[in-house]
């Protein structure tokens, strides 16, 4: 019969934090290897962004000249009823009757003129607006064609860089989710939220010279004392993260009374 597994939260202090730093090992390879990719997948993210940005200026302005192009449409409809008109009311003023007639009609005729003249001026302006905003187009369609020939070149490069590595992170990846179903989900909990807040991604180090692994503040001699028992889950009072002794990392230290050997001194009479 298969032996079952252990309930996490049945496992001794030692136990728990032996499969954290296992986890922490993995997840630290991880790490590695997406430094291997440096700035890439932003670089990527930020190339998609930009174009997509292009890509709805470009639609948003297209639109514009949509507009401008209806508009130009409908004021020369406007000009060609104004002069309908105008020759109208210009044939009416032979057979006017009186004064007052002739002037409304007069009054009406140089309306429609002026009218025309200010539609006439908003066709130039809209033709104006049309060709800058068609240039507008030129310019980001080149730079869409810029950035995509970008995009290709990087994605390329992420392309071969994950391609190389895809095996060994997927295998780190099986193993660390394997080794979080060993380890207790409130531990495992506060793990991560320490490893979030942490720059260089540790959250759980051993002690190096009488300090922290990872702040590098001095650590109570009382204090090394009870990581070294291993009975209780202790973490630094400074940086917050989870704290063991080296041995219990699998890291053989130099011991306190060995020192390193002493380099020669070069006498005078060497030296001549």
């Known amino acids: 019969m298969a032996r079952e597994r252990k309930d996490p ?4 202090i030692e136990d728990k934090l032996k499969n954290l730093y296992q986890l922490q090992t993995m997840l630290s390879e991880i790490d590695k290897i997406k430094t291997l990719r440096g700035e890439l997948p932003l670089e990527v993210q930020d190339l998609e962004d930009e174009i997509e940005g292009l890509t709805t200026r470009i639609e948003k302005i297209q639109e514009e000249i949509a507009n401008l ?3 130009v449409s409908s004021r020369r409809i406007t000009i060609q009823n104004n002069l309908a008109n105008i020759e109208r009311y210009t044939s009416q003023l032979d057979n006017v009757r009186n004064n007052r007639e002739y002037e409304n009609l007069t009054k009406e ?4 003129q002026l009218d025309n003249q200010l539609n006439e001026k908003k066709i130039r302006e809209a033709g104006e607006a ?4 068609s240039e507008e187009i030129r310019r980001c369609s080149d730079t869409v064609t810029e950035r995509r020939t970008d995009l290709d070149i990087k994605k390329s490069e992420l392309d071969e860089i994950i391609s ?4 060994e992170e997927e295998k780190l990846r099986e193993r660390s989710k394997s080794l979080e179903a060993t380890i207790e989900p409130r531990l495992l909990s506060a793990f991560k939220r320490i490893r979030k807040n942490s720059r260089n991604g540790l959250g759980i180090v051993y002690v190096q010279r009488d300090a922290c692994g990872g702040c590098f503040n001095k650590i109570p001699p009382q204090r090394q004392l009870d990581i070294r028992m291993r009975k209780k889950i202790i973490v630094c009072e400074y940086c917050g993260r989870i704290m063991i002794d080296p041995e219990l990392a699998g890291v053989q ?4 009374g060995e020192e390193k050997p002493k380099r020669r001194r070069r006498t005078k009479k060497a030296e001549e």
């Open 9 to 12: 939260a049945d496992l001794s």
């Open 69 to 71: 192009q209806r508009e």
């Open 109 to 112: 005729i140089e309306y429609l």
């Open 130 to 133: 049309q060709e800058r905003k």
């Open 164 to 167: 190389e590595t895809r095996a």
């Open 253 to 256: 230290l130099q011991a306190k």
